[in-house]
């Protein structure tokens, strides 16, 4: 005959007996976040709500009812007068000098990170100090003597003479970044893709790249936008109005005895549309990359 005896529950330990009882509610939503949260909301969304409300009326209305009076009738005639200013011309420049200066930037940056990680010479040691040099000097301290090798490279009055100083301020950033997040990649990679005889070029574009997407798009996105909004160069180096860029193209919308608000806020609303449709598309990566995560 046998007995079955019940196994009695190990003693509560001093862990146990101090372990927090478990929440039954979730916790209470942090109302000073949300204001927070609201505020920045209000602070951003009512200046685009002003701008759009100053579009969709005409002149005369907005001169008649003033700047915070909401528009009674909405006209597109705002868009008439925006591209009959040539905004067209003004976009497609602008398009251009941004293709060009990404495409460049990456063209330069990329390899010179590589070669800055990868490379034990003193001299890309020194080129890099050098590229670090260059965030510290302003455009509008080199403003003149860029002017003069423009002016004898016989590039003035073009866009080439945007594109190359837009370039090489970007360079720097650009190389910096770059170098950061190629430093990310693990050196046992670069040592598997030696062994199976991959060159340095194949390494840079088969692994460094893929790796590195998000840095990358990130310095694209920020040489685009440096590019876009580009005032100085556009002003000093070029003077026909078949070379102005956007930023440049809404001084068309200013005379000498006054200006067409209703005109200028719908052409700025126009030129601003390309960079939020991009920041829509690249706001995961630009994220990832400003977070310093590379494209892992």
Known sequence: MSLTTATAPP????????RPARRSRLEPPNRWAGLLTLGWLVVVAVPLLVMISWALQSRDAYLAEGP???????TADNLVTVFDSGFLQFFVNTAVVTVACVGLTLIVSVPAAYAIVRSPSRIVALGFRGFLLGLAIPAQAT??????????????????????????????????VLASALRDVPREQYEAMTLD????????????????LGSVITVGVYTALTAWNGFLFPLILTQSEDQRVLTLGLWSFQSEFGVNVPGLMTAVLLSA??????YLFARRWLIAGLAGMGGK
């Open 11 to 18: 003693p509560a330990g001093p862990e146990s007996r101090h």
């Open 68 to 74: 915070l009076a909401p528009p009674r009738a909405i």
């Open 143 to 176: 403003i003149i003597p860029i002017y003069l090798m423009i002016v004898r490279m016989g590039l003035y009055d073009t866009l080439g003479a945007i594109i190359l100083p837009t370039t090489a301020f970007s360079l720097p950033l650009a190389v910096l």
């Open 197 to 212: 005889g991959a060159s340095a070029w194949r390494m840079m574009f088969s692994l460094v790249v893929p790796m590195s």
């Open 273 to 278: 549309l390309p960079v939020f449709v991009a």
